[in-house]
RNA sequence: GGCCCCAUCGUCUAGCGGUUAGGACACCGGCCUCUCACGUCGGUAACACGGGUUCAAUUCCCGUUGGGGUCGCCA
């Protein structure tokens, strides 16, 4: 049978990286067993679940091309796929837990409960506060609001065996009777998780090592609802470089924040493949090499932390490589970022034809339109530092010089530009050092671009000849 | 504190009883060079500790220490 996974994530604020990851081995295990990648919202916390935050949830999953096979917008046999409009079926399901006695109902107010509870931190800070099951054996059923409690088992033990984690044990002792559904209907996590998976049929549950206690109670619940449990398996945390939990304030934690930055999708989840599994000496894979290498075997148990710079080291590389970024999807990639400086309504061909010259160069997509703004501005920005030092009376010769070189060059290529550069430097006894830098920022406006002879034949020649002579003019100016 | 999990270079990791403990990122040198990169050559750098088991432990077992997760009418 085909296996059958799922991502459920709360729409509570944006995609997080870590969230990412269990999403992604999910999807890469589906997608390599040709099994079904199922996408669910689970937004029974209506405080701080927001619309917002679902869509930002889609499009990220878009934008990384973790596609769902079943979920919000595309549909599916076991829909509804948000768990606010599966009210009725955990309602049912909880109906069916009361009736066989697997579950209660208790009048306790949140209130009473509280106070219990910090009566008991009061004594013993460490303490673990279990609801004592004052209303297990209730026979009475007062007119009053009511959560739907499972009755746990208090002796005995569990044990189940994860795919990454192996043979887990755990003492039921540590079990409560844990509430099922809300006094307003709402399940709570673990009984709408289950009753879910199992009516989605899943087949396999992969989530991060947080869920790893809730799995005990989950399976529980499947023996009471006379199912087979799924498979588990659990993948340890993602942490900030100090150790401590991810989150905002160690820096961009979020999809958007590294789309924005301009992260090659492809990469993104290489380096999220990567960070808790291994292919050997493996580092940069193609999605399609993802699929066919992932496995649970060579998944680790152990945290990690984040690292940004090797994380940006594995975008270079994509980037570097046209085998994972076609030049068909780096131009794609690249333009709305060159948009977002301005400059818009450029061609593709001439795009595509610029990108060779800082491809192996440019860490991002942001940082290749950066490189390239000199290519497609018409009005060059020129650093002031660079003019200064570079734009000097002792080099305006130089520069008309070579002006006039450029534009003497017959076939327009860079190659035959170098040539005829050279012929010239030979002619005027001049050594390329000489020359460069000053015309490097005549040029681009900065002291570091692309080879000299690439920036010319991008610029075209008349416009390179004309910022020559500008060069030439600023010294005056 | 209870329950659960983890432990190889700074970081991500390979290793599945016998290796000069390998790779990648980062870092430090050399080369290449019109700048910046790329590339390339080399270097610094790790099996937490203590007991076992074994002819032999980074590898298997136990303990210690350290780290993490979780103890809600959150997910």
């Known amino acids: 049978m085909k296996p059958r996974l799922r991502f459920a994530p709360s729409p509570t604020g944006y995609l997080h990286i870590g969230g990412v990851r269990t999403a992604l081995y999910n999807w890469l295990w589906a997608r390599k067993t040709g099994g079904a990648f199922v996408l669910r919202i689970e937004d029974t916390d209506q405080e701080r679940s927001t619309p917002e935050s679902v869509r930002v949830i889609l499009d990220s999953m878009k934008w990384l091309g973790l596609l769902w096979d079943e979920g919000p ?12 409009e599966r009210l009725a079926i955990y309602a049912e399901f909880a ?12 009048y306790c107010t949140k209130e009473e409960l509280e106070q219990q509870r910090a009566a008991l931190k009061a004594r013993d800070p460490k303490a673990t506060f279990k609801y004592p099951g004052t209303c297990r054996n209730r026979t ?51 009984f709408g998780a289950v009753v879910d998976d199992i009516a989605m049929g899943i087949t396999l549950v992969s989530r991060g090592r947080d869920h790893m206690v809730n799995t005990p109670p989950q399976i529980l619940l499947y023996e009471a609802l006379g199912r087979r449990p799924p498979e588990f398996a659990h993948l340890p945390m993602m942490l900030a470089p100090n150790g401590e939990k991810l989150s905002k304030r160690h820096g961009a934690v979020s999809v958007g924040e590294y789309r924005d930055q301009g992260y090659a999708p492809a990469a993104v989840l290489n380096y999220l493949a990567r960070f808790g599994w291994s292919h050997g000496d493996q580092e940069v894979f193609s999605i399609d090499e993802l699929v066919g290498a992932f496995d649970w075997e060579h998944c680790n148990r152990s945290d990690g932390k984040f690292d940004a710079k090797k994380f ?22 690249l333009l709305p970022f060159l948009e977002k400086r301005g400059l818009s309504g450029l061609d593709a061909a001439r795009v595509a034809a610029a990108i060779p010259m800082i491809r192996e160069r440019a860490t991002t997509f942001v940082d290749a339109a950066d490189r390239l703004d000199f290519v497609f501005r018409d009005v060059l920005v020129v650093d002031p530092a660079a003019a200064a030092k570079f734009l000097v009376p002792a080099n305006a010769d130089r520069l008309v010089e070579l002006a006039k070189v450029v534009e003497g060059v017959e076939a327009w290529d860079a190659p035959a530009i170098e040539a005829a550069v050279e012929a010239w430097l030979q002619r005027a006894g001049l050594s390329i050092k000489e020359v460069a830098q000053p015309a490097r920022v005549a040029l681009t406006g900065r002291t570091a671009s692309p080879g000299l002879f690439d920036v010319i034949a991008a610029l075209g020649r008349e416009r390179a000849a004309a910022r020559l002579r500008a060069g030439a003019g600023a010294v005056v100016a």
């Open 95 to 106: 109906r069916k837990l009361v009736d066989e006695r697997r579950a209660y109902r208790c």
């Open 140 to 190: 009475t059923h007062p007119d009053q609001p009511f959560v739907v409690r499972f009755i746990a088992p208090e002796s005995g033990q569990l044990t189940y065996t994860d795919k990454v984690f192996g043979e887990i044990t755990t003492p039921n002792s540590a079990q409560q009777d844990f509430v099922l559904l809300r006094s307003d209907g709402v399940p709570l996590y673990n």
């Open 312 to 333: 940006l080291a594995i975008d270079h590389e994509h980037l570097k490589t046209e085998r994972l970024v076609p030049t068909a999807e780096y131009v794609r990639c």
């Open 73 to 84: 917008e595309v549909g599916g046999a076991n829909g509804p796929y948000t768990q606010m």
